[in-house]
């Protein structure tokens, strides 16, 4: 209950601090690429209930029918100009407050899967997954912030990468997170949240945590 009464104080905080940086990302997508505001998705919440993920649109309106799909890879030629701009500064993702503010997520907890994606994890992992409200950021969002990225270190399609290798990786490590879960543990992950942003070469996680899971050599 405490958790959730900081989750809903925050988040209006934020968005009404925000609100002039809102607006202006508002009136850009309005006035450029295919002039729509906000992308929504079906996304994987608590106990598996669905709910309607938000984000600033970055990409071609049809783009989850084109090209990798639910992936975006490197250079993907499905964003758009001001929408690279959002997604390489996060700036995308500030609606999801408003998903906070409703109770469909948290600030710090495993990232909101797709169905598809979802159903890469073993059943153990499912209800591990399931039973923590997804967050904002989480320690698979902070190692694996430029995701985009690892897929162009294999030869495989993108989607076959995420199965055979970041589906693993984020299943563990959000396991990883739901032993470990603590007010100390989601404060510190903000401030790694904020740190990767800004440096986000770091990898000052693996120094303030030394008992995360060991992950393949191949996603770095």
Do not use: C
């Not at 309005?30 to 600033?56: A, C, D, N, W």
């Not at 294999?154 to 990883?176: M, N, Q, R, T």
């Amino acid at each position: 209950m405490i958790k959730r009464l900081l989750d809903v104080l925050l988040s209006f905080f934020l968005l009404f601090l925000l609100l002039p940086i809102l607006l202006i990302i508002v009136i850009v997508l309005l006035l450029t690429g295919e002039h729509y505001v906000f992308y929504s998705q079906p996304r994987i919440g608590l106990y598996g209930k669905e709910f309607m993920l938000l984000k600033f649109a970055t990409m071609l309106k049809n783009s989850i029918h084109i090209g990798s799909g639910e992936i975006t890879v490197k250079r993907d030629p499905r964003v758009l100009p001001f929408g690279r701009f959002l997604r390489f500064s996060k700036l995308n993702e500030l609606p999801q407050l408003i998903n906070i503010l409703k109770g469909d997520m948290t600030f710090i907890g495993p990232r909101p899967l797709t169905y598809k994606h979802f159903n890469y994890y073993s059943d153990k992992d499912k209800l591990i997954v399931s039973g923590l409200k997804p967050g904002l950021s989480g320690i698979s969002s902070i190692i694996f912030r430029d995701e985009e990225l690892i897929f162009g270190r294999f030869e495989l399609p993108p989607e076959d990468v995420y199965k055979l290798y970041l589906s693993p990786a984020k299943a563990s490590l959000e396991g990883w997170y739901s032993m470990n879960k603590s007010v100390k543990t989601d404060l510190i992950l903000v401030f790694l949240t904020l740190w990767v942003i800004v440096f986000k070469d770091s990898q000052l996680y693996n120094r303030v945590f030394s008992n995360l899971p060991k992950l393949d050599s191949n996603l770095f």
